[in-house]
């Protein structure tokens, strides 16, 4: 490959386009997944109702050849339906270093507070997942948000030593979108 099609390459993969996910990225949201260690990886079936049930709470990213590289899945909590948890964010090395992320969750985040009423954005982040980490403060910077950080689930109560504590990070409320302040 000549530094030609090198850029050419570099320049169709950093293109992408964002919407909602329908059932045939159920099977290129498992691939994409499984290349993005440390994220759980769930059955092509739990990632098919991702991408059909919450995909009004979901974003997928695709590049110039229309290839699944970035995705974001979130839900509604029943007993909280002014906020929006965001589940898991999966960004293709190949995307990494762009801002992929922040886009996406803030395209995301836009997208659930004019259609959804959202006034909070929730996740849960492992201590020391510093990329986790970094994405919610900038996306929670950007909206002025408040944050609050307690633990969701305990590493001895709800995980028997198995698994790292997982942090409830809850940010808003939201301001309006509107409004000058």
């Known amino acids: ?22 059932s045939t990225d159920g099977q290129p949201l498992n691939e994409l997944v499984d290349r993005c260690p440390p994220l759980d990886t769930n059955s092509t079936y739990c990632n098919l ?54 886009r996406m969750l803030m395209a995301l985040i836009e997208r659930c507070r004019s259609e959804k009423s959202i006034h909070y954005i929730e996740t849960t982040i492992t201590p020391g997942n510093t990329a986790s980490e970094a994405l919610f403060s900038r996306a ?24 790292d504590d997982e942090m409830l990070w809850r940010g808003g409320p939201l301001k309006d979108p509107l409004s000058k302040s």
């Open 140 to 163: 929670y910077q950007q909206l002025n948000a408040p944050i609050e950080k307690t633990v969701l689930f305990s590493r001895k109560a709800h995980f028997a030593d198995q698994h």
């Open 49 to 102: 109702l991702q991408c059909t049930h919450f995909a009004d709470t979901s974003i997928a990213a695709t590049n110039g050849d229309d290839k699944l590289v970035g995705f974001i899945s979130g839900y509604i909590p029943p007993s909280r339906p002014n906020t929006l948890f965001v589940w898991q964010v999966a960004v293709d090395a190949s995307c990494r270093g762009q801002g992929l992320a922040l």
């Open 1 to 22: 490959m000549n530094s030609h099609t090198t850029s050419k390459a570099i320049a169709e993969m950093s293109v992408t386009t964002f919407r909602k996910p329908v």
